[in-house]
């Protein structure tokens, strides 16, 4: 399908996602970098939630959404930013954290998980996992029931998602669903969608080579905590929601990871999303299609929660 109009217009204003000589950029670069956010008045309304408090749990720093006051057990999603494992916060995503909630009647608990370049992998998805862990043994500190828990991440925390799915499974954690939103399930970047999407759709082939070496360094590309795709044994996963956009370089290797569940005899359902770019879903006040999937993904949270 061609480029949807929305999107033809979101790259004549914003052709890169960085726009920035990678190669050169120091850490205090990326420091600075990540106190800027141009597209802070498209990510959408920071609804007004009962309760909404920041907290540190296993270590790590994250904030606490909750739709409904009382102290009635809910649901719990816990969310996972994108930004290349390099960028990203509780802070820039705390609209959507808030629209989740309010959508699907779930306590958020959003992660604000260690970065790369100065805490690289396995530390993102260690933090991934111990927030996971510590909502299991600790449900009523988030007002959370322990049976209904799911995790949620787009990008790259769409892999941190698919990385705590394996890890609870693992470790006898129920999760009751995972949705991976154009995640990264593998560091080869070498599909067809990398080659086809290349350059010209906002996130390039070369900014995401790029995030995969601040993140994962010299690490073994088939460690299925970093590239959940070879983890070997994909049965008894966590029923899945997979979205992609199709000019996207992730495209293919999220596809290919609803195949390989669905193969492991994992309920699955993928949607792609025609004509749409990588990160569609952040940013409603561009995209009408971010609306449209955050109403799909909270109509499977809600059924899988049901």
Known sequence: MALHPQAAAYLALFPSDLGADLASLTREQIAEMRTMDGLAEQRGPRIDLPVVRDETVAGVPVRIYRPEPGERPLPVLVYFHGGGWVF????????????????????????DYRLAPEDPFPAAADDAFAVVRDVHARPGFYGGDAGRVAVVGDSAGGNLAAVAAWLARDAGLHLSHQVLIYPVVDVACDTPSYRANAKGFGLEAAEMRWFVEQYAGGADPRDPRL???????????????????????????????????????VPVEHRSFEGALHGFLGLPGFFDQAVEGREFLSARLKEAFA
Do not use: M
Request: with cysteine; charged share 20%.
């Open 88 to 111: 990203g916060s509780v802070e820039r995503n705390d609209p959507l954290a808030r629209d989740l909630a309010a959508r699907t009647g779930a306590v958020v608990v959003s992660v």
């Open 227 to 265: 590239a959940p795709l070879h983890l070997p044994d994909k049965s008894g996963l966590a029923p899945a929601t997979v979205i992609t956009a199709e000019y996207d370089p992730l495209c293919d290797e999220g596809a290919a990871y609803a195949r390989a569940l669905a193969e492991a005899g």
